[in-house]
């Protein structure tokens, strides 16, 4: 059965300070990978989403970035976080190679940038 | 979200059934999803049904869509305490294929 892990599950960062979060599929190849933003409150915002191995399509700009450096990691990243990038970041997953596949999420990271 | 709308509360009394409504405006929704957020926690798929159907049944669970009304609803029937959490709503579309809309979600309160 496949699973996706993200971490770390919680982290509180200060304004300024670069952001690493990871996010890794188990038990398919090819998968479709996504990250959401949730504010609080809100429904989630889908940021970036990738089809394959270094393909990245930003949905939004912003201040953040994602890579994809394996078939199953997918990361996240800021080089100078702003205090609006609070939140909470769930990665997702979908079945690669066809269209209209279910997504599934992650545990989420809640990112605190003081 | 703001094209996928839903009420924000609703609390029901332990035993009784809940509806959880919602509204989406694209008439090329293809697939209509239903998720549950328990505290801190991510997002577990509960169901899901495609534009083409009316209704849905998962034990507990039923989804009734109405494609002309673009109306989509959740029935938990003898909803339990373990069902408190927030639910969205989401839909996909022929023209963003790879794009979940949400909407902002329902929290559920059931009460003993």
């Known amino acids: 059965s496949q699973t996706i892990h993200q971490w770390p599950a919680t982290l509180v960062q200060p304004v300024g300070s670069p952001l690493s979060l990871e996010c890794t599929v188990e038990?398919?190849?090819?998968?479709?990978l996504y990250w959401y933003r949730q504010a609080a409150g809100r429904g989630l915002q889908l940021l970036f989403y990738s089809v394959g191995i270094g393909q990245i399509s930003s949905e939004v700009p912003q201040n953040l970035s994602a890579s994809r450096p394996q078939d199953r990691q997918f990361i996240l990243s800021s080089k100078k976080l702003l205090l609006s990038d609070s939140g909470f970041y769930l990665c997702?997953?979908?079945?690669?190679?066809?269209?209209?596949?279910?997504?599934?999420f992650g545990p989420g990271t809640r990112l605190l940038v003081l | 979200g703001e094209d996928v709308e839903q009420s924000l509360f609703l609390s029901v009394r332990e035993g009784d059934s809940s509806v959880i409504n919602c509204t989406y405006t694209?008439?090329?929704?293809?697939?209509l999803y239903w998720y549950k957020q328990e505290p801190g926690a991510g997002l577990q798929l509960l169901t899901y049904i495609f534009s083409n159907m009316d209704m849905k049944q998962d034990q507990r669970l039923t989804v009734l869509l109405n494609k002309k009304d673009k109306h989509l609803s959740l029935r938990i029937a003898d909803t339990q305490t373990g069902d408190s959490a927030i639910y969205f709503c989401a839909e996909t579309r022929m023209d963003s294929s790879y794009k979940l809309i949400f909407g902002s979600g329902t929290r559920l309160l059931v009460r003993p």
């Open positions: 997702a997953w979908s079945k690669g190679g066809g269209l209209q596949e279910t997504q599934y």
């Open positions: 038990g398919t190849s090819n998968p479709n």
């Open positions: 694209d008439s090329s929704s293809t697939y």
